[in-house]
């Protein structure tokens, strides 16, 4: 590799696109250390109760937290419409299977807030920790100092119909979890992502997660997967965010890199959120590390192995609609580079009427690594499309350093806007492009 690119490469491996302080769910106040994600597995067998909570007084639980702590396994708890200012935890073998269900209909009624709390119970809206199988379905979440739902250290869960706003880092989270269900939610204004499932345990035999008909709009980065395996994302919107979708590999989590992941059939567009040029939350330090990223991207694989990329539309992207990048300076060498990853049956550019400013871009990098069926393709990095071997493909790949070393300068660049090429979307009912934050603007569903 020329010296010019390691050293661009040492620059931006400090970004590590992604994990602020409370990413790592060992690392954050309040936080476990990550476990063997069990959580008591074996289904209760009843007999179970409805345990209800209301802001009247007839004779319901008066808050979520007291209904959660007389829980049994199995149990369902039933939350009536308001606003409860509580930070919900939900811990231990002995809550596994509980169902916590608010207004499934209307999220938007069952609000949990978090302003104004302070301590454990402002972190996390709702978390999870330990407690295999249970269901979190029907609320809304905002202005919580970490997350609006996380799950951690267990084998599956349900996350449906739920609604993130305006939390410190991250909307919807999984960290070091087997298997689960993220559908049907919604999540913006998040100064890290609004989606994000890390550090998935190797498994001999997988339990996949699957994330759909989910929509991110409005943050750093629509879904971020650090060291994240065997997910599936589908059927779902990631626009206006800075990043779209970015599976990476980091040294801050275990088991790197993300492997097995498969992103289909999404839509990927207009990306564009210059958010260092205001947004509606306060930019954490650490967020962004010394780097900032390369805005006006759709997707980007930022090492990894065997991940699916297939039949997405990816459009109005102004720097790049799909890329792939090695990780270029991860301690754990062998699983730096990209192996065995497949862009295929994708489409570019909505049929000519918005444009990314550049369609695909991959640097070459690793073996096994294959590109078919894309549609739209205009303008690829590198421009000769050396890198591009069709699928299959087996073998080592063409490296191009110049490809590598313009990527890496997209993300140095101080003008976040200086690569962008920009085009007329056409409109699109209910969606506002999103470049400057303007407060009274409104650039994406709420609710």
């Not at 890329?323 to 060498?333: D, H, I, N, R, V």
Request: aromatic letters at 10%.
């Amino acid at each position: 590799m020329r010296r010019s690119t390691l050293v661009l490469a040492a620059a931006i491996s400090a970004a590590a696109l992604t994990v602020p302080a409370v990413a790592g769910a060992g690392t954050a106040p309040g936080y476990p250390a990550p476990e063997n994600p069990a959580g008591g597995e074996a289904k209760p067998k009843g007999p179970f109760r409805t345990l209800r909570v209301s802001k009247r007084a007839d004779g319901a639980y008066r808050t979520i937290q007291r209904a959660v702590n007389a829980a049994r396994p199995g149990d369902t708890i039933r939350v009536a419409d308001g606003t409860y200012r509580e930070g919900l935890i939900v811990r231990g073998a002995s809550k596994r299977y509980v169902k916590l269900l608010g207004n499934a209909t209307k999220p938007e009624r069952v609000v949990l807030e978090g302003q104004g709390l302070r301590g454990r119970t402002a972190q996390n809206g709702v978390w999870v920790n330990g407690a295999a199988g249970v269901m979190v379905r029907g609320f809304k979440a905002r202005n919580f100092r970490s997350n609006g739902f996380l799950v951690t250290n267990q084998t599956g869960y349900t996350f449906d119909e739920l609604i993130a706003e305006r939390d410190g880092a991250y909307g919807l989270y999984a960290f070091n979890t087997k298997g689960g269900t993220i559908s049907d939610s919604l999540a913006y204004f998040h100064n890290n992502a609004g989606f994000y499932v890390g550090q998935t345990p190797p498994q001999p035999r997988p339990v996949r997660t699957i994330v759909r008909n989910v929509t991110s709009w409005g943050n750093v980065i629509g879904f971020s997967g650090t060291n994240m395996r065997y997910v599936t994302i589908t059927g779902s919107e990631w626009f206006n965010n800075g990043i779209g979708i970015v599976p990476n590999a980091l040294d801050s989590e275990k088991y790197a890199p993300p492997e097995e992941n498969v992103i289909r059939d999404n839509d990927i567009y207009w990306n564009n959120f210059n958010y260092y040029a205001g947004a509606p939350f306060t930019l954490r330090r650490g967020v962004t590390g010394k780097v900032d990223y390369p805005v006006g991207t759709g997707l980007l694989l930022f090492g990894g192995r065997g991940h699916i990329v297939e039949g997405n539309r990816f459009f109005g992207n102004y720097l790049v609609g799909a890329g792939a990048l090695q990780q270029l300076l991860l301690e754990q060498k062998d699983a730096a580079d990209l192996r065995r990853n497949e862009m295929r049956d994708n489409a570019f550019g909505l049929d000519g009427t918005d444009a990314n400013g550049r369609d695909l871009f991959y640097d070459g990098n690793g073996t096994g690594n294959c590109f078919s069926g894309n549609t739209g393709v205009v303008r690829t990095v590198p421009a000769d499309g050396s890198t591009f071997a069709p699928c299959p493909f087996t073998g080592a790949n063409a490296f191009n350093s110049a490809a590598q070393g313009e990527a890496v300068g997209w993300a140095l660049e101080a003008d976040r806007e200086k690569f962008w090429v920009r085009v007329t979307h056409p409109a699109r009912e209910g969606i506002t492009p999103l470049e400057r934050f303007q407060r009274g603007r409104v650039y994406g569903p709420t609710k």
